[in-house]
């Protein structure tokens, strides 16, 4: 095989218009991608809106929104790893039904919030379910063979872009023109989940079938003589990468629980221009994920290109706050969409090394859960820094990036990826899979060296 370098970054970029665009070599995903982008506009048609809800109609302060996002985070944890574990002796399709039922229920119910105690409560209850990323992730890396699920992850990346480009401007549209109260955009969001649940009912297919599930609790020789249990499935990959995910999060959270109030102090903008930033930059995250990051993929390596991304992220928060002309700050965005679109797809990419096809739900919730648990304390940090030191939250946060890219790179040194197992092969072959061969080491990482430097 010869190494995804060979021919240039450019050439790499060439190739990805030619990709899959149709999901023709893999049409189980199609439904999959339809039902998670749908939920996608729904949620991201709250982006714009709940924070100001919260500041505007609630009369909350900073710490009590961070307070709010990071109760959220604990109950999403929560359920992500345990959700994500059941996913493993469940199934994937009926979590992902499950997760879409609750979240809908839930976005409904903030219709009659009144103060910040039951917006505290609802929220904690919402995020119970875990949500449907990790499960999503774990469904594309059962179908997908390894060679390209860096293309297929992009793909996935745009298609829930689509939904975070859409969403935000719709919202932020109805909210603008009073066609919709703040209140209602709730009804709406929680709707649109629920019929992605009905949705995926009907036509998702499952993913794993039953020889490759694993018992949730006891055991049962006869059926897991060759499977692994999940900690004896822990090695070193999985727990740097766990934690990569966790800084990467805490420092990304900075910027999510405090961009309404940076924006509002600099340029005094509100929900209207919010919605408008933010669907320019679901835009180009759109670029980034089915162009940008599939080509870095295959000339420089997952490793490479998280690691960079991670660092890129740093750069840009840290910047942001010092970017008080209008033109640079729609720069700084414009870097964070491409750190944060290369870091948070490489990353998943990269759990496929270190866990077997039977952990993959295991892998990827634990990895949700961290994420949450960057998510948990940084909001509330963030609020009291912001409200004391103004920028200064945003330094921080972008520090917490750049040691999530130190702790990829002691991955790459010193982690070993998995060896040959039976459990490692497909499940579904399409087209240019490995027509069912077991990976070796050097072929399961399928990745070049990291360049000198980096």
Aim: proline fraction near 4%; hydrophobic fraction near 50%.
């Amino acid at each position: 095989m010869s190494s995804p370098n060979d021919d240039g970054y450019f050439a790499a970029v060439k190739s990805t218009f030619k990709q899959d665009f149709l999901l023709s070599g893999y049409p189980q995903l199609r439904p999959q991608f339809f039902v998670l982008s749908l939920e996608v506009v729904g949620f991201g048609m709250l982006i714009p809106v709940l924070n100001f809800f919260m500041m505007k109609e609630l009369g909350m302060r900073a710490w009590e929104v961070g307070a709010t996002l990071s109760i959220f985070g604990v109950t999403q944890m929560s359920g992500a790893a345990f959700f994500g574990r059941c996913s493993d002796s469940w199934g994937r399709r009926g979590i992902m039904i499950f997760a879409f039922l609750w979240a809908g229920t839930w976005q409904i119910a903030i219709y009659m919030v009144r103060n910040f105690y039951e917006m505290l409560f609802v929220r904690a209850m919402g995020g119970i379910s875990g949500g449907t990323g990790a499960i999503s992730i774990a469904y594309i890396l059962d179908v997908v063979d390894p060679w390209n699920r860096g293309q297929y992850l992009g793909l996935f990346g745009a298609a829930t872009s689509i939904g975070f480009a859409i969403g935000p401007g719709v919202g932020a549209g109805l909210v603008a023109l009073e066609v919709m109260s703040r209140r209602m955009m709730f009804v709406l969001a929680g709707s649109i989940a629920i019929i992605s649940g009905i949705l995926t009912y009907f036509f998702v297919k499952e993913s794993l079938p039953q020889d490759r599930r694993r018992r949730l609790c006891g055991s049962d020789e006869k059926a897991d003589a060759e499977k692994v249990g999940d900690w004896q499935a822990f090695n070193l990959g999985l727990g740097l990468l766990w934690l990569a995910q966790c800084f990467s999060s805490a420092g990304v959270y900075f910027l999510y629980s405090m961009y309404s109030f940076l924006i509002e102090d600099l340029f005094g903008f509100g929900d209207k221009e919010l919605g408008l930033i933010l669907m320019s930059s679901g835009l180009w995250g759109i670029v980034v994920a089915a162009i940008v990051f599939p080509a870095s993929v295959r000339c420089f390596g997952a490793y490479a290109t998280t690691i960079g991304g991670s660092i890129i992220t740093g750069i840009s928060l840290i910047s942001l706050p010092y970017a008080a002309n209008i033109y640079v700050h729609i720069g700084c965005m414009a870097l964070f969409g491409l750190g944060a679109g290369n870091f948070e797809p490489g990353i998943l990419v990269l759990y496929a090394n270190y866990a077997s096809m039977s952990h993959l739900g295991f892998a990827n919730g634990w990895g949700a859960f961290f994420s949450r648990l960057g998510g948990i304390g940084s909001p509330i940090i963030a609020g009291i820094l912001y409200e004391g030191q103004g920028g200064v939250a945003f330094v921080v946060g972008g520090s917490f990036c750049i040691l999530a890219a130190c702790f990829v790179l002691m991955t790459y040194w010193f982690a070993s990826p998995l060896t040959k197992d039976k459990e490692s092969t497909p499940l579904v072959a399409g087209k240019g899979a490995g027509k069912g061969k077991t990976l070796g080491r050097q072929e399961r990482i399928a990745l070049p060296p990291l360049p000198q430097g980096v």
